[in-house]
């Protein structure tokens, strides 16, 4: 489809149009779509920016991938589709291990997903043998490798379903997650909670890596006074002044 540049969506058209044709390679599962969708009205109601919150929370997601021993990202359809790019080049920044890990599991859509990811230059990407299982899921949304999700001790899940982001906390993970919506348990649940659009958040965190990385003070002190539940919050009350409306009830 021909996208004019002068429409005031521009980037959100392209950025679907994109997304649909990842649908159509197998990359992105369909209900993807539905998954987005859900994602840009949250941002819409954040005001399509990064909030002091969330780039609060984008300093301790960097703080705590520099900290870790063994730091893994996790990447599903929307993830790459969205952001491919900027994941891989903030694991090699940190650096931290690759694993794709999906919702909607088939070895055929694991393989492009994967392909998908080294033809944009990933290397050592995890994710095509998984012969280990997180305890508390009962399908083979499981399965992880054991040498990435299934050692980890930090594990950053942008756009993560609930049950697994639940599993990974109660297998004694330190759980990041980058999730627009603030009410969802996958951004209840986790440690660190950056309510952005990923393609914010991530070169944000980027960002935040390289200027943390000599700084082991600053990342102890970020880990230390962050704070899930009352970012969760001020998260929520930004969404409330955007939409005019009295965080504590009623209209402004
Ligand atoms: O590729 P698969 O098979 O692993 O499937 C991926 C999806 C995303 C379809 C699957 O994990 C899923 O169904 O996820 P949920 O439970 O719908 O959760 C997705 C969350 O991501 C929702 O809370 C959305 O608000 C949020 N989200 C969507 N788009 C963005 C986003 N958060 C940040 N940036 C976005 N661009």
Known sequence: MEISRDHPRYRSLVVRERMSELVRQGVVAPTGLIAHGRGEAFDYMLGERTTDAAALAELAVAAWLLEARRPVITINGNAAGLCAEGLLSLARAVPAKVEVNLFHRSPER???????????????????????????????????????????????????????????????????????????????ESHVTVVDELTRAVPNIEKAVRELRDDPEGRKKLIQEFDNARNLRLSREAMCRTLGLDPDGGRA
């Open 110 to 188: 694991v393989e492009k997903v994967v392909s998908y990811l080294e033809s944009l230059g990933g290397r050592d990407i995890l994710g095509r043998v998984q012969s280990s299982r997180l305890e508390g899921i009962a399908s083979d949304r499981a399965m992880c490798c054991t040498e990435g999700i299934y050692e980890a001790d930090v594990v950053l899940i942008p756009l993560e379903d609930g049950d697994r982001a639940g599993a990974l906390v109660k297998a004694g993970k330190t759980v990041l997650a980058i999730d627009l919506n603030p009410l969802s348990r996958t951004a209840v």
